[in-house]
């Protein structure tokens, strides 16, 4: 429930602070006085678009602060599932800027957080549904009545059962739809893959197979010359007894071993050349060895020589690098192998698709049976509704068409429509067949006044939505409004004396000049003031005794019936 708001320099308001109550509270006031400035600051927090036209002229911010207490649960969850709750409260704040930097930009927040434009309306959608002048077209929709008998009905839960096993089918079905019709083209590529996995598995392919060959081809095809320059080193480190550098390096060795006799500072240095000796040693050994382990082998070369072209030639031919080609062979077997599978897989759907719409229809079954049990009920009181605004002959009725299909839909297995006959003898007809305007906003009032019962919505706004009507229809129109104040917190911008004259919280709109600046504000009247006020709306350019007479009697009726 709304319980306050402050405005601040939004359309015409410079500052605004109302506290609201439960029940019925309606804004009254002069034709231009901006009667519907609440609820466009309401639609505006709530995730309207923004427009620096909003902000009041002469200013570079409007600010809008709505604080609700909580009383509904799924409210309450969904600010907890949004990391959004404070305890019973919830507070709202919107504001929107124009300067060069801004341009124009809105802010939101939820309990102190910055949040989306997308979760402001959908946290307002849950907290606040406004009933515009027009909001009777959309009940000429299908879907809108759909809604309104769901809602009634209490089904939503079970309806989002039943979208989620339609999801579900759909996506299913669309695998299986497309698997099989890219079936030609499925073939055309397996036998593709088949010739391209075959040739690769005939190469025989191995992981990090060409570094290898490519070393050992580097090798084999300069063995000659690895081969004769290693012996050649070998035979200078210490194969020739009198030339090689190991004897060479032990006879200088020997003779400095002498001389360090005489001058010790000689002995690292002999030390040095004793170790590079042992180091030359080692090293023609290994040298040695190597040489064993070369061959001059043409055949191998040859193979060698033809194994790496390959390599590059299917590298080339698929597209790939050859470090990449390894891996590009296993992803052609493993699209092969999905390919082949392909028969088994459209199987499998279908076998799901089957059970996916048994569940389904279980569940379309249950909405269907609530719909249409509901339908004559909603129906029943509806129709009572009617008769008590004026339309004693009216008849109304909810229709539930079957779909002529097997498939699954979205929203259930049948089209909800509203039908009405206006006048004794006329038969039923679809609602949106209706001419008369002010026929279709009393019955849009009566189906809004019944499902509104019904609905989680807290607070419910009527924007004018008594246009046209008069008398004790408007009286009724009132009535009706304040006893849906007992299940709902009604807000009703009206022009009608029966109507506000039904309210628990009167507030009059008003517009004042000062130095030339003019602004909107609303204040809330006492009973005293409210008589005046209702004789205002009663009378013509002079109020009488007789007219506050009048809007006093009118007003007594009310407290003493409530």
């Known amino acids: 429930m709304l319980t306050h708001i402050t405005i601040n320099n939004f359309a015409v308001v410079d500052t605004l602070d109302l506290e609201l109550t439960s029940g019925l509270s309606v804004l009254t006031g002069e034709t231009g006085a901006g009667k519907s400035i609440l609820i466009d ?17 002469g200013s570079q911010r409007a600010d809008i602060v709505a604080e609700f207490s909580l009383n509904t649960p799924q409210i309450k969850q969904w600010l907890n599932d949004h990391e959004l709750d404070s305890e019973d409260e919830c507070l709202i704040r919107r504001t929107i800027n124009y300067t060069k930097e801004s341009k124009g930009r809105s802010r939101g927040f939820i309990n ?31 879907n809108e009545q759909r809604l309104l008998l769901d809602n009634f009905a209490g089904v939503n839960t079970l309806r989002k059962e039943l979208n989620q096993h339609y999801q579900q089918w759909k996506k299913k079905s669309s695998d299986y739809l497309l698997l099989k019709k890219n079936a030609i083209e499925r073939n055309t590529k397996r036998d593709l893959l088949h010739f391209q996995v075959k040739e690769l598995n005939d190469f025989d392919l191995q992981k990090n197979e060409l570094p290898l ?34 004897h060479q390096l032990s006879h200088c060795a020997n003779e400095l071993h002498e001389l360090s006799k005489i001058d010790q500072c000689l002995n690292p240095i002999t030390e040095m050349l004793n170790n590079a000796l042992i180091q030359i040693d080692e090293s023609s050994s290994e040298l040695r060895q190597y040489i064993d382990t070369l061959e ?60 996916l719409k048994i569940n389904y229809f279980k569940c379309a079954k249950k909405l269907s049976h609530q719909r249409a049990k509901s339908a004559k009920l909603l129906a029943q009181q509806v129709v009572i509704h009617i008769h008590e605004l004026g339309m004693e002959q009216c008849i109304f009725d909810i229709q539930l068409f079957t779909y002529d299909t097997e498939k699954p839909q979205f929203d259930g297995m049948e089209k909800i429509e509203f039908y009405v006959s206006t006048n004794q003898g006329n038969p039923l007809q679809a609602l949106n067949k209706i001419v008369s305007g002010g026929e279709l906003s009393r019955i849009s009032l009566a189906i809004q006044v019944v499902t509104a019962q019904f ?22 129109v009132g009535s009706k409004l304040r006893l849906l104040g007992q299940s709902a917190q009604i807000l009703c911008v009206t022009h009608q004396a029966q109507v506000a004259s039904q309210a628990h919280q009167h507030f009059n709109v008003y517009k004042q000049t000062n130095n030339n600046n003019t602004t909107t504000s609303i204040k809330l009247l006492d009973e005293e003031q409210q008589i005046e006020e209702l004789s205002r709306m009663m009378g013509g350019i002079e109020i009488t005794e007789h007219t506050r007479s009048h809007a006093k009697e009118m007003r007594n009726k009310v407290i003493d019936l409530y």
């Open 112 to 142: 102190g957080h910055p949040i989306s434009l997308h979760l402001l309306k959908e946290l307002g959608e849950q907290l606040i549904n406004i009933h515009g002048q027009n909001t009777h077209q959309a009940l000429l929709k299908s």
């Open 41 to 57: 600051a309401l639609g505006f927090i709530l995730g309207d678009r923004a427009d620096v036209s909003n902000i009041r002229y």
């Open 455 to 476: 609905s989680q919505i807290p607070t419910l706004i009527f924007d004018e939505i008594d246009v046209g009507i008069g008398g004790g229809v408007a009286e009724m």
């Open 296 to 355: 001059l082998d043409p055949e191998r070369l040859q193979w060698l020589n033809t194994r790496i072209s390959n390599f590059y030639d299917l590298a080339r031919k698929h597209r790939v690098e050859t470090n990449e080609l390894f891996n590009h062979s296993e992803v052609l077997k493993q699209e092969l192998e999905h390919l082949e599978n392909a028969e088994s897989h459209l199987e499998h759907l279908l076998n799901e698709i089957e059970v």
């Open 213 to 246: 060959l490519e070393a050992e081809h580097q090798k084999l095809s300069h063995a000659s010359h690895l081969m004769n320059t290693s012996q050649t080193i070998h035979f200078q480190l210490g194969q020739d007894e009198d030339k090689s550098i190991s």
